[in-house]
Each structure stands twice: as C-alpha cells, then as structure tokens.
C-alpha cells in the first residue's frame, strides 16, 4: 500500500516568510510524528500526535512553530518568521498505534530559508 | 538531545564483506529500531527489536541487543554496493512515543 508522503520535497524561502509543510500518514495509522533533521545528525523528535491531538510537543524548539491534525489523518507542520537556523530536512512518520510500533518515514521535505 | 551513539562514526569496506556497527544508549527502553537513509532523505526501517528480545534477523540482517550494557550491534553479511547508507539506531523508552536518535554510521561498500 500507499507509504507516508510529503509534499513540498523541497522548499525555498526568505527569512521571516511562513511556510507549511504538510505529511499524508499511512492509511489507518493512528500516531503521527514530526521530526526535523540538520546534515551530519540524526533526526530529532519535534511533536507527536495521537488522533487529532498533540500528545507530546516537547520537541518543538518555540513557539514560532505549530502543527495541526485536524481530521487524525493529514498533518500540517506550520513555520513562523523562519529563521536561516531553520533550515533542514522535516520528516513525518507514522505508527499503526503507538511510539512501539514501528515507525514508517516519509522521504522528508529539505527546507531552506535564505 | 541525542541519547544513541553509533560507532563508528564512518566504515568502508569491500563488497562480499561483513559490516558490523554499533550503538549504545543511555537510559532504559521499551524497543531499538534501526534504520537506512540514503542521501539524507526518508528513513527505511530495517528491524525492530523490544527490550525483552536478544537478537532478530532479517534476511542479511542480524540485530543483538544487551540491555545490561545498553548496547546493540547491526550485522551485514555479504555486503554489496547497495547497501551504501547512513544507519541509524533509535530507542523509545518506557512511557514514551517517540524515537530518540543517534547521529549515525555512514557504510561504503566498495564494489
């Protein structure tokens, strides 16, 4: 079936513009998750979302950063003012129920702000 | 913050050879994934082992974990050019969701 994707692939902006960032989780996965990874580092955990609620934001790094979820299917990673330290690759990952399943990985949209 | 340290940081060898990588953590945990990313975009999960398990294979793959020494190894058998990527090794621990990462091992096979 169908994996997790994403959409933009890529994305170019200026310093300060809003950007949205969107993850299409696999079909019936309940947990979705945002991580964002800088080059030469493993991924880190941005927020988790159980159905249409966050249940752990603690990785989100301000509060210039927000994701929503609304039907607990479809996921928008939104940016505020970004920032040239914002540049990455954001992957979404989805799990049939929870944090001990496997996680599924989209192929990650790289943002770069100018 | 980054709690698995894989080591080494960097191996090559020559294809038809076994690659072996390492990963230690810090804190207990309720499962260790490893994954594959090739040209720093998607993860693909490779296995998943839970902290009541010692080792799983799958094809070519074979994962220990050892729990006293929070520590796991990824082994590759009969390595081949394809198998050139960065491997990762992630831990969830109790009473959490989500995976904690660390910074990686990049594979060379030499053809």
């Known amino acids: 079936g169908a994996g997790v994707s994403q959409t933009p692939s890529n994305k170019v902006t200026e310093k300060g513009k809003y950007v949205e960032l969107r993850c299409d989780p696999i079909?019936?996965?309940?947990?979705l998750y945002w991580y964002r990874q800088s080059l030469g580092q493993g991924p880190e955990f941005l927020i988790y979302?159980?159905?249409?609620?966050?249940?752990?934001d603690s990785g989100l790094p301000n509060d210039r950063f927000f994701a929503v979820r609304p039907e607990g299917s479809v996921s928008t990673l939104k940016i505020q003012r970004t920032e040239r330290g914002d540049s990455a690759v954001y992957l979404c990952?989805?799990?049939?129920?929870?944090?001990?399943?496997?996680?599924?990985f989209g192929p990650g949209t790289r943002l770069t702000v100018l | 913050s980054q709690q698995g340290e894989e080591d080494p940081q960097a191996l090559s060898i020559q294809e038809g050879e076994n690659a072996t990588m390492n990963c230690s953590y810090k804190?207990?945990?309720?499962?260790l994934q490893w994954y594959r990313q090739n040209s720093g975009r998607g993860l693909v999960h490779l296995i998943l082992?839970?902290?009541?398990?010692r080792e799983k294979h799958s094809g070519r793959l074979r994962v220990t974990l050892d729990t006293s020494k929070k520590s796991s190894s990824l082994l590759i058998t009969a390595s081949r050019a394809a198998d050139t990527a960065s491997y990762f090794c992630?831990?969830?621990?109790?009473?959490?969701?989500?995976?904690?990462f660390g910074k990686g091992t990049k594979l060379t096979v030499n053809p």
């Open positions: 804190t207990s945990i309720n499962n």
């Open positions: 979302f159980q159905g249409t609620g966050a249940a752990d």
């Open positions: 990952a989805s799990s049939e129920n929870s944090g001990t399943d496997t996680q599924y």
């Open positions: 992630a831990t969830v621990r109790g009473g959490s969701e989500k995976l904690v």
């Open positions: 082992i839970r902290s009541n398990e």
């Open positions: 079909s019936g996965h309940t947990a």
